[in-house]
């Protein structure tokens, strides 16, 4: 028998990252896999598939508060990611290794809010409890 709580979404998200607890904001997005498949046609109207590989991304945007270690973090050239997210009555973690912020972050002064940055990472292991 499945789980009830499987179709249930939403809850505490906590992420850390370099020795950083980051101050999470708004929806949090994950790229669970490390392949990306286009769909094309050839010229008769058969389908093929290219299939090239990627890395694995977490993306979210962030509040640094009073805290200046963030910024440190995100110029690190390898930092691991841990995600930890309670999600009605399970708990997922999400492991990311070796990898390191990416884009070009900016800070909403008037909220305060971090966009514009996002994670990524060869290595990533998902464990539920």
Not at 105 to 125: C, D, E, F, H, V
Request: hydrophobic share 35%; net charge neutral; charged share 20%.
């Amino acid at each position: 028998m499945s789980d009830p709580c499987c179709e249930s979404y939403g809850g505490l998200i906590t992420i850390e990252g370099g020795g950083v607890r980051f101050q999470v904001r708004g929806d949090v997005m994950i790229e669970p896999t490390n392949r990306e498949i286009a769909a094309e046609a050839h010229h008769d109207g058969t389908p093929y598939f290219v299939e090239k590989p990627s890395l694995y991304r977490a993306e979210f945007d962030f509040s640094a508060g009073c805290d200046s270690a963030v910024w440190e973090v995100l110029k690190r050239c390898s930092v691991n990611v841990t995600l930890v997210a309670e999600l009605s009555g399970r708990t997922e973690t999400h492991l990311w290794t070796g990898g390191r912020f990416t884009g070009k972050p900016k800070q909403n002064l008037s909220t305060g809010a971090i966009s514009g940055s996002s994670y990524a990472a060869g290595k990533y292991r998902k464990l539920a409890a």
